[in-house]
């Protein structure tokens, strides 16, 4: 199979532009034909489009958007009424990424040997997560695939707002650190070395704001493989340490412990939790398997540990709460609310009301690290312009004072 770009016009003559796989061109003329399209040109791709187009489908991934996108599309054709597999026929030819067009033929191909849809995608764990295969396999029990790829979408979309609102607040800090970082190495590598030539010809004694910039751009222009040798190691190290158990626990909890970055993270992961507890509980699957599956998708280690408790504690049968209560790590409010769906029988109806409610949370967390991080960024910026301009001028002024006695 080749791919061949074709120009058409359609009845109205309109143009049409696009592209096709095709064992030749003559085939391609005939669908097009068979379209009522009146054609212009059709032609094979240049060895160069055909490479770049390689090393595009080579580093291509498929993204999480795409996997929402997916199975909220699936939810609307099998509402209709059409079969499972027609149904994911029809999604896979409107799928663009030909690596998520791949997978989803051979789930296809998986069904049409007997097997079932949960079996078909244990094949591609770094496409579909946990928690997506134990609510299709739920679904699979109860007849309820719709329902449950509704929610399965609607819990995506969800955790795409989650991580845009948390990467909208964390960039704009970042981009800011690194442009200052890129300036102030500039200014020390290609500025200071020229004013420092300055000072050494006219035997002025240096202030120590100048001589801690001069030995800093020293060190940087003299020494600045020492510097990544030692920034390879510090990585090698810390990588090392956090690759243990006991090494990682440590680490999320002192990340857990820092001012509003933890709280911020804090409040992400009990939100992600309690939806996705929540969100499989109404799928019908039971909790200790519910639980099973959110340990694999929270990445702090530390909340883990409580997860596992959690389920310990019910197999021996006591109370959900009562683990909550004991780590320490989650507020008041949750553990009453916990509490109290327990009691009722209504727990996913609760842990549902908290997910909204830490998403509110969240909201103005955000809000407010935005607000608070923009003045501290830019007082620390305008205190280390003050302090190179100090350096720079200290020495002028010096200078000029010995000129004028």
Do not use: C
């Not at 040109?41 to 996108?69: M, W």
């Amino acid at each position: 199979m080749a791919l061949f770009r074709y120009k058409a016009r359609d009845r109205l003559g309109g143009l049409l532009i696009g592209s096709v796989e095709s064992s030749d061109s003559a085939l391609v003329a005939q669908n097009l034909k068979k379209l009522g399209y009146s054609i212009i040109s059709i032609s094979a791709p240049s060895q160069t489009e055909l490479f770049i187009e390689r090393i595009k489908d080579k580093f291509s991934r498929i993204k999480h958007d795409e996997v929402v996108i997916f199975t909220r599309q699936l939810a609307s054709i099998l509402k209709s009424g059409l079969p499972l597999i027609t149904s994911l026929e029809a999604v896979r030819d409107q799928t663009v990424n030909k690596k998520f067009k791949f997978v989803l033929s051979e789930i296809i191909s998986s069904l049409q040997k007997g097997n079932s849809f949960s079996m078909s995608l244990e094949r591609f764990p770094e496409v579909f997560s946990p928690t997506y295969k134990s609510m299709i396999q739920a679904a699979e029990k109860g007849g309820i695939f719709v329902e449950v790829l509704e929610r399965l979408s609607d819990l995506g979309i969800q955790e795409m707002d989650l991580r845009g609102k948390v990467k909208s607040a964390l960039m704009y800090p970042a981009v800011l650190v690194a442009v200052a970082l890129s300036v102030v190495i500039f200014f020390l590598i290609k500025v200071l070395p020229r004013f420092s030539v300055l000072f050494d010809a006219t035997g002025v004694a240096l202030p120590l704001p100048t001589r801690i910039l001069l030995v800093s751009s020293m060190i940087l222009r003299n020494f600045w493989y020492l510097l990544i040798l030692g920034i390879a190691a510090g990585v090698y190290y810390f990588k090392k340490y956090i690759s243990s158990n006991e090494g990682l626990y440590n680490f999320h909890r002192i990340i857990l412990k820092i001012p509003i970055f933890g709280t911020l993270i804090l409040k992400v992961t009990i939100a992600r939790f309690t939806r996705t507890i929540s969100t499989l509980l109404r799928s019908g699957v039971p909790i200790l398997e519910a639980l099973r599956v959110v340990e694999n998708t929270i990445s702090n280690v530390v909340v883990r540990r409580v997860i596992r408790d959690i389920q310990v504690a019910i197999s021996g049968g006591q109370d959900l709460v009562e683990p909550f209560r004991l780590s320490g790590l989650f507020p008041p409010l949750v553990i009453q609310m916990v509490s109290a769906g327990e009691k009722s029988g209504k727990l996913e109806s609760m842990l549902e009301d908290i997910a909204n409610f830490y998403d509110l949370e969240i909201n103005y967390t955000v809000r407010n690290l935005t607000s608070l991080l923009e003045p501290i960024l830019l007082l620390s910026m305008g205190a280390m312009v003050a302090f190179i301009a100090l350096s720079v001028l200290l020495p002028i002024f010096n200078l000029v004072r010995v000129f004028r006695q």
